[in-house]
């Protein structure tokens, strides 16, 4: 599976995002899938995940209410709307491939990684 991210920009805050995930390889459909994130200086972090049929979602504190994940197996393609943008949300933002058909926070449980999308909030 290859993972192509997009939709990153720069926006002030309050603004809203969608990221895009394209992803090559029939796998796609049978794993979870998840986005990461990572700011200047600080470690990979876990923003969203979602099951394989998209059933089952989970986020981090920081984004919950703010972003939704979703996704579109008929088109191999993976989502993260992002609303209310803050300065905080400044970061590469990363897809990723589950190696189980659920979702997961954690890092471990992915295998397949995209190459990442900037996304910048100015105040």
């Known amino acids: 599976v290859q993972l192509q991210a997009s939709g990153g920009g720069l926006v002030q805050a309050g603004d809203s995002l969608r990221l895009s995930c394209a992803a090559s390889g029939r796998m796609f459909s049978n794993n979870g899938m998840g986005w990461f994130r990572q700011a200047p200086g600080k470690e990979r972090e876990f923003v969203a995940t979602i099951s394989w049929n998209g059933q089952s979602t989970s986020y981090a504190d920081s984004v919950k209410g703010r972003f939704t994940i979703s996704r579109d197996n008929a088109k191999n393609l993976l989502y993260l709307q992002m609303n209310s943008l803050q300065p905080e949300d400044t970061a590469v933002y990363y897809c990723?491939?589950?190696?189980?058909?659920?979702?997961?926070?954690?890092?471990?449980?992915?295998?397949?990684w995209g190459q990442g999308t900037q996304v910048t909030v100015s105040s």
């Open positions: 990723a491939g589950s190696r189980y058909a659920r979702g997961s926070p954690g890092r471990d449980a992915y295998n397949y």
